[in-house]
């Protein structure tokens, strides 16, 4: 018995010195976004130097081309990310997830709760899914303390959970939906019904929404094996906010605290959208309207100015990288459609497909691309010019391959830790520690997408 749990223990340190490995490789090799979106561009410049009829010059001008053309789209990430965030952040949403966490009795009907709420609204606003997974988490750390919750377990859940946030709040799904976008000349405009809703990914949506949680009961640590939270960590998520004295007011600041002005807006714009889904149906969602739902939403939910603007000013600090990055993914952009290093990539990826691969062959690609460009936006900027030329050569269905290449973003996040950043900030853990869990879900995830894409390439 004693040299089985010898053995036992050598192997949990063997897997824990590559999973460290990995990690460290990770943190000390992969570079800041901004300085890899610099790298990037003097890359593609050189290849587009060497690989097409471009000299320098005609380079920077396709560059300079390209520079301003997603200056719309960018605002409308910045937005949606705002507004998700503005909504999580709300005093109703959080007394809710409060009761959420507080009606299951066990740590396995706990975490089942947590799969299922995370997952559905990681799916259906990948922003406020993030932020609700980091509040959610902090109150189950807590409240379920001393049931032998394994802490690093706990995180790796809520991280993993955000594998599903391929649904309505897709940037590439949402922008190639929205009427003048800048790749319409060559998809037209694709309503969510044949992306988002289309019944291949719904049925790819299910099959993780079930197996991930099933799966994660069959791994969870027991009991007596169970590093829960610790003492400090509790004592920092039990603290309560200081408010400040609101009984001697001036007048404009009990304005900015009324709790009449912002509703009357919010129920105005609800109604809007209301009305145009009623009219075209939820398949017709863009992300102008998706934007402006949420926006109503948050206000709704804040009621007062006061308490709207505080949370977006901490709203804000998220699209720092989208405001800055976004013009130098445009002009590689530029450079890729206007100097024809397009068309030569497309040839490359026509000569290693066929109609029947090319999904699952995109699907893989922008996983490795993901690695080093982790927003899902800048990256479709990267890839589209030539994976839907691609497509269209290959007579594969566009919103086929578009589901391939959001499934690509969201799987390979389970091993970077870009995204995992606010909730190992907010969480107070290391990424090496819930990497054996993402891991697993990586894992899920490469084998449930690989089998629909390869055994029904064009969907059902």
Known sequence: MESQRVVTNLKKDRLANIIDTFTEWSLNWIPDSMVFVVLLTLIVFCMSWGLTEHGPFQLIQDYTKGFWVLLTFAMQLCLLMITGFVV????????????????????????????????????????????????????????????????????????????????????????????????????????????????????????????????????????????????????????????????????????????????????????????????????????????????????????????????????????????????????????????????IITEWFISISTARTLPWIVFLYTGVIDFFVPSAGSKFVIEAPYIIPAAQKLGVSIPQILNAYTEGSCWVNMLQPFWALPVLGAMRIRFQDILPYTFITWLIVLIVVSFMFLVFPNGF
């Open 88 to 343: 999580a952040d709300s005093k109703p949403v959080k007394a809710l997830i409060i009761k959420l966490v507080d009606w299951p009795k066990s740590v396995s009907s706990t975490i089942v709760m947590y799969c299922l709420v995370s997952g559905f609204v990681s799916w259906l606003h990948w922003g406020i899914g993030l932020m609700l997974g980091i509040v959610m988490g902090r109150e189950i750390a807590v409240r379920k303390r001393g049931m032998g919750l394994q802490y690093p377990f706990l995180v790796g859940v809520i991280y993993s959970m955000g594998v599903l946030s391929n649904g309505p709040s897709q940037a590439a799904q949402l922008l190639v939906a929205t009427p003048g976008h800048f790749l319409e000349a060559v998809t037209g405009v694709i309503p969510l019904t044949e992306t988002t809703f289309n019944p291949h990914l719904l049925v790819t949506m299910l099959i993780l929404y079930i197996t991930i949680p099933i799966v994660m009961l069959l791994v969870k640590p027991k009991k007596e094996y169970s590093t829960e939270v610790a003492d400090a960590i509790v004592a920092e998520f039990s603290k309560a906010q200081v408010t400040g004295d609101i009984k001697n007011l001036r007048p404009a600041e009990k304005l900015e605290r009324s709790r009449i002005l912002l509703p009357i807006i919010a129920l105005g714009i609800l109604v809007s959208v209301g009305n145009f889904i009623w009219s075209n149906g939820i398949g017709r969602l863009d992300l102008n309207t998706l934007n402006f739902a949420f926006f109503g939403l948050a206000m709704l939910l804040h009621a007062s100015p006061h308490s709207f603007v505080l949370s977006v000013t901490k709203g804000v600090t998220t699209t720092s990288g989208i405001i800055i990055q976004f013009p130098l993914y445009a002009g590689i952009f530029g450079m890729i459609a206007n100097s024809g290093l397009a068309q």
